[in-house]
């Protein structure tokens, strides 16, 4: 029996369509990353869950950095599509300047500075040790101003390495509010 185009046009519709499906399911689909298990384990701690302010002001270093972007879930941001251009983050806190990177979901973050950041957050340590006790106030600390965000890469470029995410954790959750906030910067 010979089938006309009508016949294989809709089969190639329906598996591009099955196919458009499941990619956007393993998109979006929640799944569990290593931090937040190693977190519900015990294995992953908040640097300031068992000291005063002043002994965390002391002991100030790059893993209160850590887990502030732990806390604002850039672990999921990623390289660009066909392209080996990690997100590279900036920090500056109190004038001194870290650099965080993440690679498959791992953040690495340590002193230091890079030529071309996708993007530079600017805070306080009394601020970040506030956050590191109270993640829920994030979006209070950036929203009004306290702590700031600074893009220097393209639109695109955001975008496509998932800072869109980000900025939903740092701001008050509105997709026309990101964009606004990206497009603006």
């Known amino acids: 029996m010979k089938r006309g185009w009508t016949f294989h046009l809709g089969v190639s519709s329906i598996v591009l369509a099955c196919c458009a499906l499941f990619l956007t399911y393993v998109w979006l689909a929640p799944s569990t990353h ?76 340590s002193k230091g500075t890079y030529s071309d950041p996708d993007i530079t957050l600017y805070s306080t340590r009394e601020e970040v040790i506030r956050l590191l006790r109270t993640p829920s106030k994030i979006r209070t600390s950036f929203a009004s101003g306290i702590s700031k965000v600074e893009t220097h890469a393209s639109r695109a470029t955001l975008f496509s390495k998932g800072y869109l995410r980000l900025y939903d954790s740092l701001f008050p959750s509105t997709i026309t509010g990101n964009v606004i906030r990206i497009v603006g910067s």
């Not at 298990?37 to 002001?57: C, H, M, R, W, Y």
């Not at 390289?79 to 791992?106: F, H, K, N």
Request: no cysteine; glycine share 6%; net charge neutral.
């Open 34 to 109: 290593p931090y937040v298990i190693k977190e519900q384990e015990g294995s992953l701690v908040n640097p300031v869950f068992d000291l005063t302010d002043s002994q965390a002001l002391a002991g100030f270093n790059s893993k209160y950095i850590f887990f502030l972007l732990y806390y604002t879930k850039a672990y999921q941001l990623h390289t660009r599509p066909l392209s080996t251009d990690t997100p590279r983050l900036l920090i500056v806190v109190d004038g001194v300047t870290y650099r965080a990177e993440v690679v498959r979901g791992i953040i690495t973050v």
